[in-house]
């Protein structure tokens, strides 16, 4: 009785679907379409239900992944994360970060969403002064690289929370080596520092 009454229901929604009304039976068509399944949806049957599943699960991760890759490529901001972040994969930082605020700055820093002069320099109408940095005497665009690696305002922070080999000579490279480590220590001595770094960098702009 209750199979029957499924049955019914769904072919009510095929019937609107295929008269051009939307509904939930419509998302599923264009689903089943967009992962080159269509087929299944003109015979409303599968021969195999597991082989099908493990079929469409796959398609539309492979789905997924071309239009994160797109949406990524195509974004300027993201300059930093596309070169640390080169798979559609769940990253260990979500579950080694447990304190929000610096989760938080983490986050942030790796897709670009903060007030570094360099980003801001990304808007229309803004000043090439703004891109330099207003915290040390170096006189250098205030970048992802700078602000991690080299601003000497953080040089105490830095010293205390990352590891000695980033911080002599610094390289875009050993920057990229940071935020791509999925060592825990790592991560956490990075989350750390952009926390107070950021903190002191507030600070020391209140003052000028």
Not at 32 to 40: E, F, K, N, P, R
Not at 85 to 110: A, G, M, Q, T
Not at 158 to 182: A, G, N, Q, T, W
């Amino acid at each position: 009785m209750q199979e029957d009454l499924l049955r019914n229901v769904i072919l009510c929604y095929l019937k609107m679907t295929q008269n051009g009304k939307v509904n939930w039976d419509t998302g599923v068509r264009k689903c089943l379409y967009s992962a080159g399944l269509g087929y299944i949806w003109e015979r409303q049957g599968v021969d195999n239900p597991n082989c099908f599943i493990r079929s469409f699960t796959s398609s539309l991760h492979e789905i997924n992944t071309q239009d994160w890759n797109c949406s990524v490529s195509d974004n300027k901001k993201l300059s930093l994360y596309k070169s640390v972040k080169n798979r559609f994969v769940y990253e260990d930082y979500l579950d080694v970060l447990n304190v929000r605020k610096f989760r938080y700055c983490y986050v942030n820093f790796r897709i670009g969403s903060h007030a570094l002069g360099a980003e801001l320099a990304l808007y229309k109408n803004t000043p090439p002064e703004y891109k330099l940095c207003k915290c040390c005497t170096l006189n250098c665009i205030e970048d992802e690289l700078h602000f991690l690696l080299v601003c000497e305002n953080y040089r105490v922070i830095r010293s205390s929370h990352l590891p000695k080999y980033y911080c002599e000579y610094p390289i875009v490279f050993k920057m990229r080596l940071l935020m791509f480590s999925d060592n825990p220590n790592i991560i956490e001595s990075v989350a750390t520092y952009l926390y107070h770094a950021f903190q002191k960098r507030n600070s020391t702009l209140t003052t000028l």
